[in-house]
């Protein structure tokens, strides 16, 4: 490819709508132009790293046996009423009236298209399992566009939709795809992280996100040195603490006028903040009062207790309700000596302490020296009720780091819900009609590229991996149709590269240098090369990494070898 | 790839609202399956030929040097406003609202969205010309949807879009897109031609239609068989003819009682029909009495008598007309001896014949032996203004054959329409703004899939074109999984071919070889081989062309060589 017969059209200025990082490289590369709110133009050079996406995501779906077919963009309303959707989807869904009157919409999700194509194809055990998957354009109107290709809403998304005669076979199959989508990720040359996530409204049994490591995430995300353990923060588990430790210290009762938080307890009494304990005073499910116990250092996880047993949906209690049964106003909370019984859920890292601080029920007071089954009963209930917090020991041994994420791809569990609800049977081997089990599959395709921005890039421009780069190599000429030999010598290292296999682009559009290594820096090049007069007289080319500070002369045989072709 | 773990399903019924034979067959052969009207699931199978032509497609566009895009399938009101096709483009306008009420529609072509992307990225004649293109789904709210995927609402289409700052320019471009499209046409394995179109509404300079030659056509087209030229029949143009010949038989009055058509007359006289002049009476633009003429055996064109100077948009006389002007009833005129003055127009042939036979204006009576010059004066105007018929001298010396075509390419001079309408500048040479001229470029990609069907078939069910295949090979085993030798010989063969690039497949699926091979026929793969037990002990394969009658036992070597591996 020559750049003189390609369309490149990069500027200088950034984007005054543009929030993101990858949104202001995206349309300073010129990759990407705006043709309304959340709709891209993607261009030749956007295009180019989004088919590489692409490909190697559909090449890795062949290779874990999922078989490719294409649905149609716009549904019929029926089939979307058959599950509840056409309502329950919201105002993302797309909604269309054809000239007819006939509703149909733009698909967002494809769960409703493929279960109705696979209860006409699909009748008996010894067609399943099967996954069948798509790479196609979808659309979600989203109420607040923006982010420019992270969240538009006309979007290219892989989605893939498995079914099962048992729920062991979804399992093998879910993990079958968390393995593809782990090789995607790792030869897009991305860091990620598959990340545990409840899988709470989307009402399946279990499920996995994949997220792309970048500061500008929205979502915090917990991971472990120790393996690949990862979990959005809201999910993510630490191991247990250890044993209790003796009582060393007698309880005692301490003035603390003022101090009503932890952080000012600690600071008052010269004690590491680990040792304070914070009482949460909430009303569970059932009505009852709770105190839920965390240390100072740590923050109550609202999942985790709601879990608890007899806690169910709660809400924080009243001031009323807490002078009622604690006999004291916030601030010197503690549970020892509560006025009216009180249910006491203690975080794990809170029962494992000896010698702590509580609030003493006493306004201006703290307790100190305060030992569970010495001076307070056993706690009603021991549990995980806090979020994890960097350096955590993490329960394969590791620590626990926070990170964000990008969501890219996830997996689900769905179960029967959709083939039930769609009335989708097949004969098992004993000739009886039963409800295959689904999973499903996504991937966000087109934003991948954006979050892959997000990932690597600096002043200059973006940094591509190179397997999605547009370009694995540059060359640039330096003054083109001057020297006969300056472009000989560029066309055949072209064409070399070419037979080697590398996708390699020729810059010939006789810009100056510096505007034209400015192009090649903004549009992220792995790999530039300067082919110049000077350069051949002395045997050499000019020959840079995207990521390195300095350019090398290398002869040919060593810029070669750089490249990666023997 | 092995069937095995493929998703095919064929059906041995005919699907009872399917009329064409392609539709038929796609549904037989499980290509395709009905969403809702006009809305297709591409099945595995179906996909991977629609893949197959998109990626020629592809190749063949790049090679020309157009440049890939992709344009969103949403698009704003607003931009279909500023050409004014918001409303004119009608009823398959799929026209949506989003949750905002903002008003898109549904790309049924993009000429808006490429010009709104052009004039965003090209302000200077150094960035023209400039062509491009995207493969992409569109919509077209079809008010029938039939056929399948031959006239689906949602297709694949490709479409390309020029830039230009002169028309010689566009000129080029028009022929070096129409060379790539006979290169596509060609590569697909298909008979088509490149089909002169009177570009009528269509807004343009001028214009061709690329058609798959099939019996089910719904265009009649007209070509030669002395060069490409082709042509709708309502186009085409014959060679014309050679001089007239010398009066050689006297002006005679003969009785024709009731012989009102040339065929009766004909008859009656025992003359050739070509012999006779048939006069059709209409009434000009101006309002004028004109008397056109044809041959007996030739019928009027419409376009070219209305394209006549001075006949124009004209209408059909009626009988107080006819009888104002010639004194007579239809079914006996002719131009001898009016009542009133009228202009005579004669198609080339008729002004060409000697001794030819006209109606004398006098009920139950015609003329033979009429001679322009002699008994009648030279017509006031001789033209083109006949339909072709098969065997005409066409203008290359060849012969006309008529058949019938499925269009699925069309090229475009667009002009000014579209750059003009939405104020689509460039600077030129001299720093003055001028409007780019543009051209357009579609072929319709899904129904290519279904046109090669029409063409390409037989009881059995579709014969493939190779490079249309979904496999160009079938390696079909007979008993699978009961002698290793076979199935080891079969997968040997089908890790050779893959080697070799041959794109085959093992049918393991352990099917009766009676239902294999209707399936495998069904599905028109070019070549199968059967690997059996018998067979193998022998040291042979059974081999058979899909076109082919009979199997022929080929040894290892011999079917490598009928396979095109060397």
Redesign the interface.
């Known amino acids: 490819m020559r750049l003189s017969?390609?369309?490149l059209?990069t500027t200088k200025e950034t984007p005054a709508d543009a929030e993101l990082v990858s949104h202001k490289l995206m349309l300073r590369a010129?990759m990407i132009?705006k043709?309304?709110?959340g709709?891209?133009?993607?261009?030749?050079l956007?295009?180019r790293v989004?088919r590489k996406v692409e490909r190697i995501v559909r090449e890795e779906m062949d290779r874990a046996?999922a078989?490719?077919?294409?649905?149609?963009?716009?549904?019929?309303r029926?089939?979307w009423e058959e599950t509840g959707r056409w309502e329950k989807f919201g105002?993302q869904l797309?909604k269309?009236r054809?000239?007819k009157e006939?509703e149909?919409c733009?698909s967002p999700t494809a769960e409703e298209?493929i279960t109705?194509?696979a209860r006409?194809?699909l009748s008996s055990y010894k067609?399943l399992p099967?996954n069948?998957y798509q790479i196609?354009?979808k659309?979600r109107?989203e109420?607040r566009p923006r982010f420019g290709v992270m969240r538009a809403?006309?979007f290219l998304m892989k989605d893939a939709y498995s079914f099962h005669v048992n729920d062991a076979d979804l399992v093998r199959e879910y993990e079958n795809m968390k393995a593809a989508y782990t090789r995607i990720f790792t030869r897009l040359g991305l860091q990620f992280r598959a990340v545990q996530a409840d899988s709470g409204a989307i009402g399946g049994d279990a499920s996995q996100e994949f997220h792309v490591l970048a500061d500008s995430g929205e979502d915090a995300i917990a991971f472990s040195t120790g393996s690949d353990y990862a979990a959005n923060v809201e999910a993510a588990v630490a191991a247990g603490p250890g044993p209790r430790p003796a009582p060393a210290e007698e309880l005692r009762r301490v003035q603390t006028p003022t101090q009503k938080t932890c952080e000012e307890v600690a600071a008052l009494l010269g004690i590491p903040l680990s040792r304070t304990v914070k009482s949460v005073a909430v009303i569970a499910g059932d009505g009852s009062f709770v105190l839920a116990l965390v240390r100072g250092d740590h923050a109550v996880n609202e999942i985790k207790l709601g879990k608890v047993p007899g806690v169910g949906e709660y809400r924080m209690a009243g001031e009323a309700e807490i002078l009622e049964h604690l006999g004291c106003e916030p601030g010197f909370l503690g549970p020892l000596g509560p006025r009216k019984p009180v249910r006491v859920v203690a975080d794990r890292e809170v029962a494992a302490l000896a010698d702590f601080v509580i609030g003493a029920n006493e306004p201006g007071f703290h307790l100190t020296g305060v030992n569970w089954g010495r001076d307070l009963p056993e706690p009603d209930a021991v549990a995980d009720i806090r979020n994890v917090v960097e350096g955590d020991r993490a329960i394969d041994g590791g620590r626990i780091r926070l990170a964000r994420g990008i969501e890219v791809g996830h997996v689900f569990q769905l179960g029967r819900k959709y083939s039930q609800a769609m009335g989708f049977t097949v004969l098992d081997e004993n000739g009886k009609a039963v409800v295959p089990t689904m999973g499903c599959y996504g991937i966000g395709v087109s934003r991948i590229v954006a979050a892959a921005i997000e990932q690597n890039h600096d002043q200059a421009g973006i940094i591509w991996p190179e397997p999605m780069a547009p370009w694995t190599v540059a060359i640039c000429v330096i003054n083109p149709k001057k020297d006969p030999k300056v472009d000989e010598a560029a066309e055949s290292l072209l064409q070399e590269l070419k037979t080697a296999g590398v996708d390699a682009v020729l810059d010939d559009r006789g810009l100056r240098p510096g505007a034209m290594f400015a192009d090649i820096e903004l549009i992220g090049i792995p790999h530039r090369v300067v082919v110049s007069e000077r350069g051949l007289a002395a045997g050499t080319f000019e020959y840079r990494a995207r990521r390195a500070s300095e350019s090398e002369a290398l002869d040919r045989a060593q810029l070669l070898q750089h490249l990666g072709v023997a």
Request: net charge negative.
């Open positions: 017969r390609f369309h059209h010129g132009r043709l309304a709110a709709l891209y133009t993607w261009s030749p956007g295009l989004l046996g078989i490719e077919l294409q649905l149609p963009t716009i549904q019929p029926e089939l105002g797309l269309i054809d000239r006939a149909y733009f298209a109705d194509y006409q194809e067609q099967v069948f196609h354009t659309f109107d109420i809403r006309e």
